[in-house]
C-alpha cells in the first residue's frame, strides 16, 4: 500500500532530524535543498510511493531543520542547482534509508509537495504598479465627478 506524500515527508523530515549537526553547515544544507528539490525521493524498506518536494517546501524543510539546530534560515529556493544530487547528500540520506530518482518535470506528479496555492496580498497591485501614485487616478475621477455635479446643480 503507497504512503501518502504528506506521511512520506513527514518521515522524510523525522529521518533528517537524525543528522543533528548537519543543519549547521550552510554548505551541507544548500547541497541537500539542491538534493531535495526536483527528486523523487523513496524508502526501498518502507511503505510505497514516493514524495517530491516543491523547491520552496524543500527551502522550508531545510530551513525548519536549521532551526531545529539553533540556526538561520537560509535563501535557497530558485538559487539554481535544484535538482543536483551531490554524494555527500545522497550518502547521508542513504544510510538514513532513502533513494532518490530524477524528476520527470515533463508530467503531473501526484507526490509532488507544495504549499496551498493562496491569493496576492490585496495591496500587491499598488505596490507593484509604474504610477508614484497607483490611486491616483480614482482620486482624480472622484473630484472630476464632484465638480461636474456641483456645476450642474
Known sequence: ?????????????????????RF????FCTELYRGLSSMKWRRPD?????????????????????????RPSLELAQTGGEGELSD?????????GWIAQPLDTGRHDDAH???PESPPPAD?????????????????AQADADESRRRHS
Open 113 to 115: 509537495v507544495a504549499q
Open 88 to 96: 555527500l547528500v545522497r550518502d547521508e540520506l542513504g544510510g538514513l
Open 46 to 70: 518502507g511503505p510505497g510511493g514516493h514524495v517530491t518536494l516543491s523547491w520552496r517546501r524543500a527551502e522550508e524543510l531545510v530551513n525548519g531543520l536549521r532551526h531545529e539546530a539553533g
Open 124 to 140: 500587491d497591485g499598488a505596490r507593484h504598479s509604474p504610477a508614484d501614485d497607483p490611486g491616483g487616478w480614482e482620486r482624480r
Open 24 to 27: 549547521a553547515d550552510e554548505e
Open 1 to 21: 500500500m503507497e504512503a501518502s506524500p504528506s506521511r512520506l515527508e513527514a518521515e522524510l523530515t523525522d529521518d533528517l532530524l537524525r543528522l543533528g549537526d
